[in-house]
């Protein structure tokens, strides 16, 4: 078995050993320590039952894809599918009948929220692990990614998270700076600002298969809590696929492993510790059927069934990530759940073990909608209204209006989708650029732009704040113009395909037929003629995009690429203001750019 190590250790034990710790720099201690999994030992043990022989109650509060979204999410990222008459969702908590009475549609989420259901929950059972399984921060609305998503960290500190296995968007602006968010110190733009007093993360992050080196991983691949008479590990890691959704000079000199074979490796490590239960947190997931409720499953194959059923008998549970969807299942039998995202969702995991045989005796698992009808946690609040606060003048300002929602789909062509590709054409339409197309990644659109109180017309239009602007598309990429073939656009298009469901580029200037999983080539039109094959085209993306993210290889094939932009760059989020500024109101543009067959 090859033993895999880390080059972090947990700044609490260093300090227990009294071993000195200090950021010798804006991006933390540069010094690279070996370590082995982290012995989390709590402070319960006044709290677990004097009888070692008696059976343990341990219970798991799982969250996922919480993305630094510290005040309630609006439109379709802010409510949970919910069947009528759930005994959970009351009569205040303003649930919406939807698809003829079959689901409710029920807002939830807001980290004070949050904090609240799990406090109350934790409050049942002192014997209790709180634990993420990624994408805490990255990809976050304004007032967390103003602060370089400290706010949230500091809303995680406070609700009591023990573990986060990290995701995907863990990485979006390299280990240094990620190592930053566990260790503390200023951020390198702000050393001198109110940044510099960040005292890093309460909890540990996991990374088993994220190494670094041969056999060294970017964070503890795992940790174990100890409950008295029984411990708990617990195995945090990302999807072995990150780099087809990460920037590449983010990720530059990390590999990462495949999630079955990391696990199933270390479990004979992990058992040497006379651990009673191992808990895998993984960021990877499944989309169910469409009906499934938040606490239905849903699912039957797919890649998180296919890891769960390939992962060793000794995993009790997998709190899977990354789908942004809730399910509760048991598959390849293990319990295995996703918590939705934005902290729509808490996933409780009851465990009872036998400490003499350390051995889970009996599992449940059932999801918990975070709705908004509780009072919130008032130091969580507290948080969230000091940054919503430092935000204001630049969050609040009024960038466009609107004369109907902007809203994204999961597969399919959007009406903010075909915005966003407008405004990324409108920014290259200068001297040295004058793009044809413009694609954009769904992926990349992480939010609905609704009207305020759900009203607007043409009449009657919305304002839209640089907020609501920015939380839509906040990765702060830039675009790139490149030129294509046709034929390299063609495939482009059919690359859409390769997953299920499809992925669908968002598209200006553009405009194409499809049936079943075949673009049809004949109906493809680049600004309203049939695009040649052999014909070289100008197009315009961003360099996540460009760099062939999400599956789009092809356009790694591009030449003449350029940064768009007279400085070199424009960032997507600017290009975004700009254009509703300048078509102020705006209108939704009309679904007919990608038609079905």
């Known amino acids: 078995?090859?033993?895999?190590?880390?080059?972090?250790?947990?700044?609490?034990?260093?300090?227990?050993?009294?071993?000195?710790?200090?950021?010798?720099?804006c991006t933390g201690d540069d010094t690279l320590l070996n370590n082995n999994g982290v012995d989390a030992t709590t402070d319960h043990a006044a709290d677990v039952q004097a009888d070692a022989a008696s059976p343990v109650k341990v219970q798991i509060l799982g969250i996922n894809d919480f993305h630094g979204n510290l005040d309630p999410p609006v439109g379709s990222g802010g409510i949970i599918p919910a069947?009528?008459?759930?005994?959970?969702?009351?009569?205040?908590?303003?649930?919406?009948?939807?698809?003829?009475?079959?689901?409710?549609?029920?807002?939830?989420?807001?980290?004070?929220?949050?904090a609240a259901h799990i406090a109350k929950?934790?409050?049942?059972?002192?014997?209790?692990?709180?634990?993420?399984?990624?994408?805490?921060?990255?990809?976050?609305?304004?007032?967390?990614a103003l602060f370089h998503d400290e706010p949230a960290v500091h809303v995680m500190n406070a609700i009591g998270l023990d573990f986060n296995?990290?995701?995907?968007?863990?990485?979006?602006?390299?280990?240094?700076?990620?190592?930053?968010?566990?260790?503390?110190?200023?951020?390198?733009?702000?050393?001198?600002?109110?940044?510099?007093?960040?005292?890093?993360?309460?909890?540990?992050?996991?990374?088993?298969?994220?190494d670094v080196a041969k056999d060294k991983t970017v964070f503890p691949p795992y940790a174990i809590k100890d409950f008295g008479s029984?411990?708990?590990?617990?195995?945090?890691?990302?999807?072995?696929?990150?780099?087809?959704?990460?920037?590449?000079?983010?990720?530059a000199g990390l590999t990462f492993d495949d999630e079955v074979a990391t696990v199933n490796a270390l479990l004979p490590e992990i058992k040497k510790e006379n651990v009673s239960a191992i808990v895998v947190l993984l960021h990877q997931g499944n989309i169910p059927t469409d009906g499934t409720t938040y606490d239905g499953c849903g699912?039957?194959?797919?890649?998180?069934?296919?890891?769960?059923?390939?992962?060793?008998?000794?995993?009790?549970?997998?709190?899977?990530?990354?789908?942004?969807q809730p399910y509760n299942c048991t598959l390849g039998g293990k319990l295995v759940t996703s918590a939705a995202s934005f902290g729509r969702v808490v996933t409780q995991i009851e465990l009872t073990i036998d400490p003499a045989q350390h051995k889970v005796t009996a599992k449940t698992a059932k999801n918990h909608a975070v709705t908004r009808d509780i009072a919130p946690d008032p130091t969580v609040q507290g948080i969230v209204a000091k940054y919503t606060e430092l935000a204001a003048p630049r969050a609040n300002k009024v960038i466009g209006r609107i004369t109907g929602p902007l809203t994204r789909v999961q597969s399919g062509e959007s009406n903010l989708g075909d915005v966003i590709a407008d405004a990324m054409l409108a920014a290259a339409q200068k001297p040295g650029l004058l793009a044809k197309v413009a694609f954009m990644n769904p992926g990349g659109i992480r939010s609905d732009i609704p009207c305020a109180a759900n009203d607007c017309s043409a009449s009657k239009p919305s304002p839209v704040t640089y907020a609501q602007a920015f939380t839509s598309q906040p990765f702060g990429n830039y675009l790139v113009t490149m030129t294509l073939t046709g034929a390299q656009i063609r495939d482009i298009l059919q690359q859409q395909f390769n997953v299920t469901p499809a992925r669908f580029l968002q598209v200006a200037g553009i405009k194409y037929t499809y049936t079943g999983t075949t673009v049809d080539v004949s109906s493809i039109q680049i600004a309203g003629a049939a695009m040649v094959l052999d014909q070289s085209y100008r197009v315009v993306t961003n360099n996540f995009v460009a760099a062939g993210g999400d599956g789009f290889t092809v356009f790694k094939q591009?030449?003449?690429?350029?940064?768009?932009?007279p400085d070199g760059t424009i960032v997507d989020i600017d290009a975004l203001t700009a254009y509703l500024t300048a078509h102020d109101p705006l209108t939704p543009p009309t679904l007919d750019r990608i038609v079905k067959r």
């Open 299 to 324: 699912i039957n194959s797919g890649v998180i069934a296919d890891i769960a059923t390939k992962l060793d008998p000794a995993i009790d549970v997998v709190l899977s990530a990354h789908s942004h």
């Open 121 to 144: 929950l934790k409050a049942a059972n002192p014997n209790t692990a709180i634990v993420s399984s990624g994408d805490l921060t990255g990809a976050s609305p304004l007032v967390s």
């Open 165 to 210: 296995g990290v995701g995907n968007h863990e990485f979006d602006h390299g280990v240094p700076e990620l190592r930053r968010l566990q260790y503390g110190g200023c951020h390198p733009d702000e050393c001198a600002g109110g940044a510099a007093d960040y005292p890093g993360a309460s909890f540990q992050y996991l990374a088993a298969n994220v």
């Open 230 to 251: 029984v411990k708990v590990a617990f195995i945090g890691m990302t999807l072995k696929d990150t780099p087809s959704v990460t920037i590449p000079s983010a990720i």
């Open 558 to 565: 591009g030449t003449e690429v350029t940064n768009a932009g």
């Open 1 to 25: 078995m090859r033993l895999r190590r880390s080059i972090l250790v947990l700044l609490p034990l260093l300090a227990a050993a009294s071993v000195p710790f200090v950021i010798s720099s």
């Open 83 to 114: 069947a009528p008459g759930d005994p959970e969702i009351g009569p205040d908590a303003g649930a919406k009948p939807r698809d003829g009475g079959t689901i409710n549609d029920v807002p939830a989420g807001g980290a004070a929220y949050l």
